[in-house]
């Protein structure tokens, strides 16, 4: 507060090229800070598609799994759905993961239907999720920033 008094009150002037660049560094400083907390904030992008269930070949089974954000507290959960290959429902789980981010949260549905499938002697696994990042992630590997 004092800095912006000093500045309005001061009998010193600033081009406005000067006032452009420190607005624009600030607001570049936003960015990447509120980008680099995507937990408090996720982003949300949003594309029409399609979606359809489809049975597993036969003797696989399938889990479906999602991840889920509240916006109030900010709180992150996942869950799936194991299913046989006449869509029989088989078993399911949730879990709650507290603070994460959404992707963070797409990755532990994966990870905990793995685990889950392992536990239950599931040798044929086909693991659906809406996440193409989860899916890149795994198929591609993730660079150091992420």
């Avoid at 420190?22 to 408090?40: C, G, N, P, R, T």
């Avoid at 006449?86 to 992707?103: D, H, P, Q, V």
Wanted: with cysteine; aromatic share 12%; glycine share 6%.
């Amino acid at each position: 507060m004092a800095r912006q008094k000093q500045f309005v009150f001061s009998q010193t002037t600033t081009s406005s090229s000067d006032i452009i660049r420190k607005v624009a560094y600030f607001m570049e400083s936003y960015f990447h800070v509120m980008s680099s907390l995507d937990w408090i904030s996720p982003k949300r992008s949003y594309s029409n598609i399609l979606v359809g269930w489809e049975f597993p070949p036969h003797q696989w089974i399938k889990c479906n799994v999602d991840a889920s954000y509240q916006d109030e507290g900010n709180l992150v959960g996942c869950g799936g759905c194991y299913r046989d290959h006449t869509g029989k429902w088989l078993s399911g789980f949730t879990r709650r993961l507290g603070r994460c981010s959404i992707n963070m949260a797409e990755l532990w549905a994966i990870y905990t239907a793995i685990i889950l499938g392992r536990n239950a002697n599931i040798t044929k696994l086909w693991i659906e999720t809406d996440s193409n990042l989860a899916v890149t992630l795994i198929t591609n590997g993730c660079s150091d920033r992420q």
